[in-house]
């Protein structure tokens, strides 16, 4: 008789453990979502200003390329100037691209997962 309280200590023991531990891992659940929705808002928010800067930088050449044209009467040459340059500054960034790309976003998006600013 007296194993009696025992037992139910032990079950009530049991059932705080459980309580416990799906709390906490209902919590870090709530952390990685947080940390998930942060990384890709970084990374949209990043595309959304890179396809914005790419956008203003083609109207930009073709306009420069247009007045050169004009002006010079060549106006093939002058498209296949900024074709050449298109095409240098793709060959550059396909040969470097573990340098200049790839490493520093892997580097920003493991900070933004892994480091806790203060909030």
């Known amino acids: 008789m007296s194993n009696l309280p025992l037992k139910a200590l ?4 049991y059932q705080y453990l459980v309580d416990y531990a799906s709390a906490y891992l209902e919590y870090y659940a709530y952390e990685a979502a947080e940390r998930l929705i942060r990384s890709v808002a970084y ?3 990043n595309a959304l200003v890179l396809i914005l800067v790419s956008i203003c930088l083609n109207i930009t050449f073709l306009a420069v390329v247009l007045a050169v ?3 010079t009467q060549a106006l093939p040459t002058a498209l296949g100037a900024i074709a050449v340059f298109y095409f240098l500054v793709g060959a550059i ?6 340098a200049l790309i790839l490493k520093p976003l892997q580097k920003q998006l493991v900070a933004l997962l892994f480091d806790n600013p203060p909030s």
């Open 10 to 13: 032990i079950k009530r023991l």
């Open 43 to 45: 990374v949209v928010s």
């Open 69 to 71: 044209g004009l002006a």
């Open 93 to 98: 960034l396909l040969l470097f691209r573990r």
